[in-house]
């Protein structure tokens, strides 16, 4: 079964820092690219960040660049979003998903989630 | 930035309706669009890919079609478990979701 279990949500005072996990189960890894997409309670989804499936290349949503970085260990099967000078708006449900091969495509699995509350 | 945008925000329907949302780009994103169904409290599924594809597993009661800057999600015969929230997603150039659209009971 293909699964996706994001883990390190908490509560952090704005400025802060905070290090978000994804472990993948089920499918070849590094075979694909990986992203970050965030729910702030209540609102839609906002894409936030992808990896290639070599990592390689990254790219970030504008609301997060030079704040937030990913990255990946194939060798873990993981997938990782440091998250620096956090902000109050950047509370949010945190999913991590599936990619396809290439970094431009549709995302087929998802996780659970994870919360971020930025708040003093 | 390419944007979406959806339509209806919320949809009231019954049981055995036929429904369908629409989903239009600020720009051609030819055929780069995906359609997502969110329950509360649950994860997104992927229900839509490549604006008409559907997903394995996904009941052939959902239908996408369109192009361009046009498309839309049908369901031909909504059912109980189909109420829910509906996004749309391009992944022409970056990603954006649409707004969403509610489909309640009526």
């Known amino acids: 079964e293909v ?4 883990s390190g949500g908490v509560v ?38 992808l990896i290639s499936w070599d990592g390689g290349s990254t790219y970030y949503a504008d ?18 979003l440091q998250m620096n000078s956090l902000r109050t708006e950047d509370t949010a449900l945190y999913y991590c998903a599936k990619g396809g091969w290439l970094p431009w495509d549709y995302m087929d699995v998802w996780g659970k989630g994870t919360t971020v509350t930025v708040s003093s | 930035d390419i944007q979406m945008t959806q339509s209806p925000s919320t949809l009231s329907a019954s049981v055995g309706d ?10 051609s994103i030819s055929s780069w669009l995906a359609w997502y169904q969110q329950k509360p409290g649950k994860a997104p599924k992927l229900l ?12 052939s009661r959902f239908s996408g079609s369109g192009s361009g800057t046009e498309f839309t999600l049908t369901i031909s015969s909504l059912q109980p478990d189909d109420f829910a929230t509906y996004y749309c997603q391009q992944y022409n150039s970056y990603f954006t979701f649409g707004p969403g659209t509610k489909v309640d009971i009526k």
């Open chain 1, 3 to 6: 699964q996706l279990v994001e």
């Open chain 1, 12 to 49: 952090v005072q704005p400025g802060g820092s905070l290090r978000l996990s994804c472990a993948a189960s089920g499918f070849t890894f590094d075979d694909y690219t990986m992203h970050w997409v965030r729910q702030a309670p209540g609102k839609g989804l906002e894409w936030v960040s």
């Open chain 1, 63 to 80: 609301s997060v660049k030079g704040r937030f970085t990913i990255s990946r260990d194939n060798s873990k099967n993981s997938l990782y």
């Open chain 2, 18 to 27: 036929r429904v369908t949302i629409t989903c239009r780009a600020s720009q």
């Open chain 2, 48 to 59: 839509i890919y490549k604006a008409s594809s559907l997903e394995s597993g996904v009941p």
